[in-house]
């Protein structure tokens, strides 16, 4: 059974940075693409990062290009988000996910998907 348990979100302000954390158990996970997404209060769940079982591909979202770095220790595990440069907009609930389809910024494309992580940036 695919168990995915983020961790590392909080309250932090505005030009302050987190790193969210999310450790993989279940599946070999050397094998699988991982992606990261955040809900808004209100809002649908949106795309944020994503980077291949080698991880020597990563994509982002326009929003947090040059921001935001996605990185994975296999060896681990677990896949990282490190967040720089935080803004009040980036407050939301980050899930990571699985991937086994094909088009990485789409939510169906993943098969399994963490609890999430609260991340609060104030101004």
């Known amino acids: 059974q695919v168990q995915l348990v983020e961790s590392g979100g909080g309250l932090v302000q505005a030009g302050g940075s987190l790193r969210l954390s999310c450790s993989a158990s279940g599946r070999i996970f050397s094998r699988y693409r991982m992606g990261w997404f955040r809900q808004a209060p209100g809002k649908e769940r949106e795309f944020v990062a994503y980077?291949?079982?080698?991880?020597?591909?990563?994509y982002y979202a326009d929003s947090v290009k040059g921001r935001f770095t996605v990185s994975r220790d296999n060896a681990k595990n677990t896949v990282y988000l490190q967040m720089n440069s935080l803004k009040p907009e980036d407050t939301a609930v980050y899930y990571c996910?699985?991937?086994?389809?094909?088009?990485?910024?789409?939510?169906?494309?993943?098969?399994?998907w963490g609890q999430g992580t609260q991340v609060t940036v104030s101004s």
């Open positions: 996910a699985q991937m086994t389809g094909t088009y990485f910024e789409l939510e169906s494309e993943y098969d399994h």
């Open positions: 980077i291949h079982w080698s991880g020597d591909n990563t």
